[in-house]
C-alpha cells in the first residue's frame, strides 16, 4: 500500500506543470523565492484545511534547508533595502501568506480537497536537493508580488582623461 503511495505521489511530481517562467537572473535566488512560496502554501493548508500534522512533518523533515531559505530571503533584502531589509523580508512573507491564502479563500470548500495532496507530494520526494525543482514546478509565486529586484545599475562616474602616455622617438645615431 505504502509503494503504491509512493507510486502515485511520484507520477503527480512527474506530471507537475512546465516550470513558471523564473524572475530572478540567479538561479539561486529564484529557487530561495520558490521554496519560500511552497512552505507559505503548505502553512495555508495546514491552517485553512487543519492539516498541521502533515506541516509539521514537512517542517521537520526540510529544517536546514527552510532555515538556510529564511536566512538567505533576509540577507537578500537586507542587499536589496539595506537597513529596511529586515522590515521588507518581513513585509514579503506576510504578502506572500496574504496573496496565497486569498486566492484559498477564492476555491472556498474545494481549496482543502484540491490541494491538500502537495503534503504527500513533497514528503515523496528523494531529498532536500528536490525541493527547489518540486517548488518550481508548482508555481506558486503570486503574479501580484515582486520577488527579485533587478540588479543595481552600476555607478557613474566622472569621465576620466586617459593619462597622456609619452613615447620618444628612437634616437639616431
Do not use: W
Amino acid at each position: 500500500m505504502n509503494r503504491l503511495f509512493s507510486l502515485l505521489a511520484a507520477a503527480t511530481v512527474i506530471a507537475q506543470p512546465a516550470l513558471a517562467a523564473p524572475r530572478c537572473t540567479a538561479p539561486v535566488e529564484q529557487a530561495m523565492f520558490e521554496v519560500a512560496a511552497l512552505k507559505s502554501e503548505l502553512m495555508v493548508l495546514a491552517v485553512g484545511c487543519q492539516r498541521g500534522e502533515p506541516y509539521n512533518a514537512f517542517v521537520t523533515r526540510y529544517r536546514p534547508s527552510l532555515v538556510e531559505v529564511d536566512k538567505n530571503l533576509t540577507a537578500y533584502f537586507r542587499r536589496a533595502h539595506g537597513a529596511r531589509g529586515q522590515t521588507e523580508a518581513d513585509r514579503f512573507g506576510t504578502d506572500l501568506a496574504n496573496a496565497l491564502s486569498t486566492h484559498a479563500s477564492s476555491l472556498g470548500g474545494d481549496f482543502c480537497a484540491r490541494n491538500s495532496a502537495i503534503f504527500a507530494e513533497v514528503m515523496a520526494l528523494p531529498n532536500a536537493a528536490d525541493l527547489a525543482n518540486f517548488a518550481a514546478g508548482k508555481a506558486l509565486i503570486p503574479a501580484s508580488l515582486t520577488t527579485c529586484l533587478p540588479p543595481p545599475a552600476a555607478p557613474t562616474r566622472p569621465h576620466q582623461r586617459a593619462a597622456a602616455v609619452h613615447v620618444s622617438a628612437p634616437q639616431r645615431r
